[in-house]
């Protein structure tokens, strides 16, 4: 966290299991890092797991400073699983009438989804409207900057038409530097072009975001090795390229 803090202000968790907000709470806390905490509950895995994640949830926020919360995402990409909007829309509103319960309400609640799947009526019951969107599996590649102009697009006509008046975020987007998605070339040049770029081009076009992912994910055993070097950093927290280059538009 300490090496993150060096390049983000805030990140992005996907659940609570293994105590892992519990940690990331009393690391920022005790290490006084400048990191705000977007929160995850997992609820593809039914009822009993997104009422366990909300517990943890809620018992790690309530012994840390809430403060450093600043949201909580009901699931991800669940619409694009299989799971109805029905259900969805209810876990939304289980888990924002539990935290308004708890004291907590002050805390965001929202679903995060691809912006194939993110419905109006989804959007109506989320806080702000949290989109994952690649342009790196798209079937055409044509260069880096027409894939980012891509993504933007996207955000704009999820804004302009699904949205309603909420802010929209981008909840993931990157490049990977290794594997195979398709005709988009997966090099460490072309990962570097990506981020650079699409940190411009969101900044220019007023959109908050979570670059994915933080460091590579070697943990992802037996899945295509382009799913495992989305990384800024590698497995081991070191850095893939010189992150001064971020600051170039």
Known sequence: LQKVAGVTSNI?????????????????????????????LWISDGDSRMQSDLDEFIAATKQYDSSLV??????????????SESTL??????????????GLGHIPVYA??????FTKAIAAVCDVVQVNIYSIFDSIFTSVDSSVKSVIQRADNIKN????????????????????????PLSLASE???????????????YDYFYFEAKDALWKKGQALSE???GIFG???????DFGLLNLC
């Open 12 to 40: 992005r968790l996907y659940s609570t299991d293994c105590s892992q907000l519990r940690n990331a709470l009393q690391a920022i806390s005790s290490s006084n890092l400048n990191l705000g905490i977007h929160a995850g």
């Open 192 to 206: 570097i072009a990506y981020v650079q770029k699409f940190k411009c081009a969101a900044a220019a076009a007023g």
């Open 161 to 184: 038409n699904v949205a309603g008046g909420k802010p929209v975020r981008f909840g993931e987007t990157g490049w990977s530097s290794a594997g195979s998605t398709g005709p988009s």
């Open 228 to 230: 495992q070097s989305f």
């Open 89 to 102: 829309i209810g876990y939304i509103n289980q888990v924002r009438a539990r935290l308004q319960s708890e």
């Open 235 to 241: 497995s081991d927290f070191v850095q893939k390229f």
């Open 112 to 117: 995060t989804e691809q912006d194939a799947h």
């Open 70 to 83: 600043k949201g909580v995402s009901v699931g991800n990409e669940d619409l694009s699983k299989g799971m």
